[in-house]
């Protein structure tokens, strides 16, 4: 299951419902950071079974915050990983994203996100 994050110690879901569909509310309660933006330099690395998995990293470069946090940074790198940022980035030309963030580094010294999704054209935000 990709959608959501599992905190680091790999248990705990944050971003779903009982479902398993995004629970925006858990989510947004989560996240110290939640900002629009796109997604560049993407560079995949996938491997093939078992993992059948894209470790993907790319550069995530906010446009709007939605909600702040003063150590969140404009431009943030990120790593697809195993229990932390589970959601390989979206195709080119998928416009804008929201990404629901975390302040601190994970367990691994690097940045992590709770969620990231690919934003409706009616939410995106005029970016000047």
């Known amino acids: 299951m990709l959608e959501g994050f599992y905190r680091v110690n790999g248990v705990e879901p ?4 009982a479902s398993g569909k995004f629970d925006e509310a858990a989510c ?3 996240a110290d950071w939640i900002a629009d933006g796109t997604i560049s330099a993407v560079a995949h690395e996938r491997e093939g079974p078992p ?12 446009d ?3 909600k702040q946090d003063k150590r ?12 932390g940022n589970r959601q390989p980035p ?10 629901y963030g975390l302040s601190t580094l994970g367990a691994d010294g ?10 409706p054209v009616s939410e995106r935000a005029e970016v000047r």
Not at 14 to 17: A, D, I, K, L, Y
Not at 72 to 83: E, F, N, P, Q, T
Not at 110 to 119: A, E, F, G, Q, T
């Open 64 to 66: 709007r915050w939605i």
């Open 28 to 30: 947004r309660v989560a």
């Open 72 to 83: 969140a940074a404009k431009i943030v790198h990120h790593k697809v990983g195993w229990c």
């Open 51 to 62: 993992l059948k998995t894209d470790f993907a990293g790319f550069t995530f470069s906010a």
């Open 14 to 17: 944050v971003c779903e419902g």
């Open 110 to 119: 690097k940045p992590h996100y709770l969620y990231l999704r690919v934003l």
């Open 90 to 99: 979206p195709g080119s030309g998928a416009g804008q994203v929201r990404i």
